[in-house]
């Protein structure tokens, strides 16, 4: 007697949903990071851009506040340079984009397990197919997934141990 095709589907499907919710925190903290760096780099620009002409006048004649300024200032134009050459708003959104379809993806799972928990007779060739629409889904939002300096071993260990803590209530992770 061989296993329950249920139970082989079940497995498969939560494989998927596992793999897509950790996907969809790593983009989200991948988002996030560079999202703080966007706005650090924003008031920075801005207090050193805008302000120098009243800001720095001021603290220019004292010498105490000469180094600092002069090194804000740099830091300023610096962060000006690498916004722009490293396009952070735009890979906000982009991560952004991709922490949502894979969003999506993980709700259409989660649906469609509560549906094979309440209906534990359910048609096997209808769920395979909907499986098969939400592995290509995956795939299709797996190859928007841009590459990242922020992407790193470290990332993905943190990133693990969240979802396991998440989906099994284990406070040690």
């Known amino acids: 007697m061989g296993n329950d095709p249920r139970d082989e589907i079940w497995g498969i499907n939560w494989k998927q949903y596992y793999e897509t919710f950790y996907q969809e925190v790593f983009a989200e903290k991948i988002g996030l990071t560079w999202q703080r760096v966007d706005e650090i780099s924003k008031v920075i620009i801005a207090l050193t851009v805008s302000g120098s002409a009243i800001s720095g006048w001021a603290l220019w004649n004292d010498p105490k506040y000469k180094m600092i300024w002069t090194i804000l200032a740099g830091i300023g134009a610096l962060l000006s340079i690498t916004n722009k050459s490293f396009d ?15 969003f999506k993806l993980r709700i259409k799972q989660e649906m469609l397990m509560n549906r094979m928990r309440i209906n534990t007779e ?14 290509t889904d995956y795939a299709k939002t797996y190859e928007s997934i841009p590459n990242d300096s922020f992407s790193n071993s470290f990332l993905k260990k943190r990133t693990q141990k969240y979802i396991n803590l998440q989906l099994t209530g284990n406070k040690e992770g």
Do not use: A
Request: no cysteine.
């Open 88 to 102: 952070i708003s735009k890979r906000v959104v982009n991560w952004t984009n991709t922490k949502n379809g894979f």
């Open 122 to 135: 359910f048609n096997i060739e209808e769920m395979e197919l909907e499986i098969e629409k939400n592995q």
